[in-house]
């Protein structure tokens, strides 16, 4: 079934790779999507800003930045949609030798900054029964040297996402993309050709898929779940 034309998302991390795809997609479906991203200038030129596109440029880390992204909620007057998509990889090093201010610098933006966000956008959720989703990755549940990082972030926003579902009576999601061709994963495998990757537009149908079916709330892997380009 279609969904109606008013339905809002919000997208972190909304000017390159997962987060502008899923975005893209969501506004050629109808949907009205609130996103931003650190670099203004490569946000506006990814998704020019419309009456149903809002680009907020700043990091998702700062709390005046979150309470815009807030307000532009507010001016819509619902949210159906939150999608903690921002990320940092962080340093690529043994635990035993990652500085604090790395490992704190990395869990500000994978996992505070989807909390305090959440709690300023969770009455505009539940009211609109809406869905609430982390993008996770394999190092939540694997123990990659070099990883930890990055994977007890996401491991933690995991637990994050799940519980706030379970506390709020909303659908909530922690799902493992995968692997894709983005900035990102060329990060964590510098020099590596990444080509044989797929594009993150090939993950969107996945996460549609979710949106679109009754999936309780819990971990899922995008390719586990059959992709539609259809949405609820
Ligand atoms: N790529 C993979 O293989 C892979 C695998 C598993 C999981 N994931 C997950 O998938 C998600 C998307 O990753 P991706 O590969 O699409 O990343 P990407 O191509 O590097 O894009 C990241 C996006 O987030 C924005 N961003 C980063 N830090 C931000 C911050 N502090 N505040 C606001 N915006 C910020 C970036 O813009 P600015 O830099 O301008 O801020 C950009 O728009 C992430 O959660 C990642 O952990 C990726």
Do not use: C
């Amino acid at each position: 079934m279609n969904r109606s034309d008013n339905e809002v998302a919000v997208i972190t991390g909304g000017s390159a790779g997962l987060g502008l795809a899923l975005a893209t997609s969501l506004i050629d479906k109808g949907w009205s999507v609130v996103t931003d991203a650190r670099d203004a200038d490569r946000l506006h030129a990814a998704l020019p800003g419309s009456a149903r596109v809002t680009t907020l440029s700043g990091d998702v880390r700062d709390l005046d930045h979150q309470d815009a992204i807030a307000a532009a909620v507010a001016r819509h007057g619902r949210l159906d949609l939150l999608v903690h998509n921002a990320s940092e990889l962080g340093p690529m090093l043994p635990l035993a030798e990652v500085p604090e201010s790395l490992f704190s610098r990395v869990l500000e933006t994978n996992l505070l900054a989807p909390l305090t966000l959440t709690q300023r956008l969770l009455p505009y959720l539940i009211a609109s029964r809406g869905t609430l989703i982390g993008i996770s990755s394999d190092a939540a549940v694997e123990h990659y040297p070099t990883w930890g990082t990055y994977a007890a972030s996401k491991a933690a926003l995991d637990h994050l996402i799940l519980t706030l579902g379970e506390e709020n009576g909303i659908r909530a999601y922690a799902v493992d993309p995968g692997d894709m061709r983005t900035a990102m994963h060329q990060d964590a495998f510098p020099g590596e050709d990444i080509s044989d990757r797929p594009l993150p537009e090939s993950v969107v149908p996945h996460l549609l898929a979710l949106l679109a079916g009754d999936e309780p709330t819990g971990r899922y892997r995008a390719t586990d779940l059959a992709p539609t380009g259809a949405t609820r």
